[in-house]
């Protein structure tokens, strides 16, 4: 999913349950739901999203590119939690 079809859902839902706007935001774990965390940080950050499923930010470029994990950092991603 893209970010703007992702910030269009949240608009949608908002627009549709105004009360939601009060209400604390939480996630699931893992995909299955077994259990469930209130969201602490709602700044979203840009970094990069590994092919083995680990993010990186910025300031990782000069230790992934000296350990040959990469050539050149370039974001792909934005984390939402």
């Given at each position: 999913?893209?970010?703007?079809?992702?910030?269009?859902?949240?608009?949608?839902?908002?627009?549709?349950?105004?009360?939601?706007?009060?209400?604390d935001?939480?996630?699931?774990r893992?995909?299955?739901?077994?259990?469930?965390?209130?969201?602490?940080d709602?700044?979203?950050?840009?970094?990069?999203?590994?092919?083995?499923?680990?993010?990186?930010?910025?300031?990782?470029?000069?230790?992934?590119?000296?350990?040959?994990?990469i050539?050149?950092f370039e974001?792909?991603?934005?984390?939402?939690?």
């Amino acid at each position: 999913m893209k970010f703007k079809e992702y910030l269009k859902e949240l608009i949608d839902f908002a627009e549709k349950n105004p009360s939601s706007l009060e209400m604390d935001v939480i996630y699931s774990r893992d995909d299955e739901g077994n259990g469930y965390q209130l969201v602490n940080d709602g700044a979203p950050a840009m970094g990069m999203f590994a092919d083995e499923g680990e993010f990186y930010i910025e300031e990782d470029e000069e230790y992934l590119v000296e350990e040959g994990m990469i050539e050149k950092f370039e974001f792909n991603a934005i984390i939402i939690n």
